[in-house]
């Protein structure tokens, strides 16, 4: 039987930034108080979906990722599992629009698209019509700093790779753990290996995005809100049940 990976992708909690609407892609901020709540609600919920154990866990270098994922171990009951920071799970870098408010961000794009007016963009934003993909290459036009978009998929995607290749080496080896994995709805009639990553935001939508376009809608998954990934050999990665539900 073929090995399958159940991938369990997750935003990290809100921070300090996140709450006072501050742009935040590789520089970093605290959790809040209901940042870490939200993260050991999920921790929660996971024990209680008897998701057990996880062979391994992964975050990106940023320290907020590496908070939220601590209190999930501790809270799902597995504080011994080891958390691998990698850098290629970091969030979009945004340039010189780092730490300043979002209503800049939106402010400029709209200029730059020729919007008479910034609400005129964000209704049009906020209704689908344009996405993060050109509020990604917007900013790149504007500072080639920011990062591209193509750039940000691959690495995300160059992330995934890694840990599935590391989680499969060490299932040949036979040291990971084998688990009936349940998520929520989603069930698995064979026994497959668990592994936790938080990650961010709009990493997390465009990398489901890229699996499947009609996955998820252009905004970023909420705070502490979940994916599962499932990856097998014969049928790859994909996405299983609701994309960023919050448990």
């Not at 270098?61 to 597995?78: G, K, M, N």
């Amino acid at each position: 039987m073929p090995a399958t990976l159940n991938l369990y992708l997750i935003r990290h909690g809100q921070t300090e930034y996140n709450a006072a609407g501050i742009v935040q892609g590789w520089c970093d901020s605290p959790l809040t108080a209901e940042g870490k709540a939200g993260a050991a609600q999920t921790g929660n919920a996971i024990a209680q979906a008897q998701i057990i154990p996880f062979a391994a866990a992964y975050c990106s270098t940023s320290p907020r990722t590496a908070a939220t994922a601590q209190i999930i171990l501790q809270h799902a009951q597995q504080p011994q599992v080891a958390l691998t920071p990698l850098d290629d799970l970091r969030e979009y870098h945004f340039g010189s629009f780092e730490r300043q408010p979002s209503h800049h961000i939106h402010q400029t794009i709209a200029q730059e698209l020729g919007y008479d007016s910034t609400e005129d963009w964000l209704a049009d934003y906020r209704s689908g019509k344009h996405s993060n993909n050109q509020l990604m290459h917007t900013l790149h036009r504007i500072d080639p700093a920011a990062e591209q978009e193509s750039q940000f998929i691959r690495r995300l995607h160059r992330g995934i790779q890694h840990i599935i290749a590391n989680s499969l080496a060490d299932i040949n080896q036979g040291s990971l753990k084998t688990s009936n994995a349940r998520f929520c709805e989603a069930k698995t009639e064979s026994p497959a290996q668990n592994v936790l990553i938080v990650s961010h935001g709009m990493a997390i939508t465009a990398l489901l995005r890229s699996i499947n376009p009609q996955a998820i809608a252009y905004r970023s998954v909420p705070n502490a809100s979940a994916t599962l990934l499932r990856y097998n050999l014969t049928g790859g990665l994909q996405i299983i049940g609701e994309a960023g539900k919050a448990l």
